[in-house]
Structure formats: structure tokens, C-alpha cells
């Protein structure tokens, strides 16, 4: 047995001291992602120009399980942006793209994956940047939203899942860039907020 397995199986996973708990369990993930996935494949059916549109890095694990689930023909493209203040908590109403899409979006079909919808700020000015691009259309989906948060009104086409105002972690969503890789959702421990 390898060193890493043997670690594996011995040691507690590492996000332990960080996790309140448990508020996505990876099933209730999976079965809503597949869901998504088949609702958008009928807004969607027929559309020759479908590209979807992650928004890194949170986006990442979202994107890769929710197009498998898409049977319409489509692309992929990706997108980073930061916000000038950003913590723990939501982003500023500044907003800046480190790493922008690498094909025009103009006459396309194109859906924004995205983590989790806060204060709206970071979508917000997202939305403005690429509807000056002149897409067919523009559709925003989210794997969570906050709305009690909501400092920008966000038309939300597509929502996972709604949750309270609690800080959560995994499945892409990260404490401090760390444990996106988890396979659920976490609520973050008060005291590990700092
Ligand atoms: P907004 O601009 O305030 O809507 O914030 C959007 C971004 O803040 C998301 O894309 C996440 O990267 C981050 N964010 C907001 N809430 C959480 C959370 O509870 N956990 C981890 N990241 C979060
Ligand atoms: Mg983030």
C-alpha cells in the first residue's frame, strides 16, 4: 500500500477542524446538478451556439458535473475576475477581470456557471461586460445564491440551491483557496473566520 493511501486511511481529512457542518450532503448535490442539467437541456434544445461559461475558480467542479448532464452540443470557455477588498466575506462593487474569455461571445447562446451569488456585485458587472458583446442571449446559473445578502438585483435563470447567510465552503467554494475539492458543502466554523 502506498504511503498516500495508507495516510488516507488514517489520518482525519483535513477540513476537519474548519466544518461546522455538513449543509449539502454530495448526493443532494449530484441529484440537483442532474436535474439542472436536464432543465437546461430543454431551454436550451435546438440552440446551435450553446457555450458555457465558468467563472474560476469557483465554478470549476459545478461546470464539470453540470455539463455532463447537458445533451445539447456545446463549448466551454472560461473567465477569472477579483474584487478589490475581497475576504471571507462578499466582494466590493469593484470588480476586475484577471483572465478573460478566449473567443468572441457575439451572436452566441451563452450561460454563466457560477459558484454562489451574494452580494450580486461580482455577476453584476460581469453580466455588463458581456452584454456589451452582443450575445444571442444571456443566462446566469448558479449552484447557490444568498438572496438576504443581495446588494445588486441578479436575474437568476437557473438556481441550485437557496441557502442562508452563513459562510460555506467545498464543491469549488474555497476557505482561503483551500478544500474546493471537497465533495459536499460545508458551513465554516465561527471561530475559523478570523
Ligand atoms: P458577490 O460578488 O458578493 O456576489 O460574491 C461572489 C463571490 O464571492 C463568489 O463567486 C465566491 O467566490 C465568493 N463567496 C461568496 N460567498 C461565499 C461563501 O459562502 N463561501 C465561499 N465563497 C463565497
Ligand atoms: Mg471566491
Do not use: W
Amino acid at each position: 500500500m502506498t504511503s498516500f493511501i495508507k495516510q488516507r486511511m488514517t489520518q482525519p481529512p483535513p477540513y476537519i477542524p474548519f466544518l461546522d457542518e455538513v449543509l449539502l450532503t454530495e448526493a443532494q448535490i449530484q441529484e440537483r446538478v442532474t436535474e439542472l442539467g436536464q432543465v437546461i437541456s430543454q431551454h436550451y434544445a435546438g440552440s446551435q451556439n450553446l457555450l458555457l461559461v465558468c467563472i474560476l475558480k469557483g465554478g470549476v467542479l459545478f461546470l464539470t458535473d453540470l455539463m455532463r448532464h447537458i445533451t445539447v452540443p456545446h463549448t466551454i470557455d472560461f473567465m477569472a475576475v477579483t474584487s478589490y477588498g475581497e475576504g471571507a466575506r462578499a466582494s466590493s462593487g469593484q470588480v476586475r477581470i484577471l483572465m478573460d474569455l478566449a473567443q468572441s461571445i457575439n451572436g452566441r447562446d451563452v450561460l454563466l456557471v457560477e459558484d454562489i451569488v451574494d452580494s450580486g456585485n461580482t455577476l453584476s458587472y460581469i453580466i455588463n461586460q458581456l452584454k456589451a458583446r452582443h450575445p444571442h442571449s444571456l443566462s446566469i446559473c448558479t449552484l447557490l445564491s444568498k438572496p438576504s445578502r443581495r446588494e445588486v438585483e441578479i436575474p437568476v435563470d437557473f438556481l441550485g440551491f437557496e441557502i442562508e447567510d452563513k459562510f460555506v465552503f467545498g464543491y469549488g467554494l474555497d476557505l482561503d483557496e483551500r478544500f474546493r475539492n471537497m465533495p459536499f458543502i460545508g458551513v465554516v466554523k465561527r471561530e475559523a473566520l478570523g
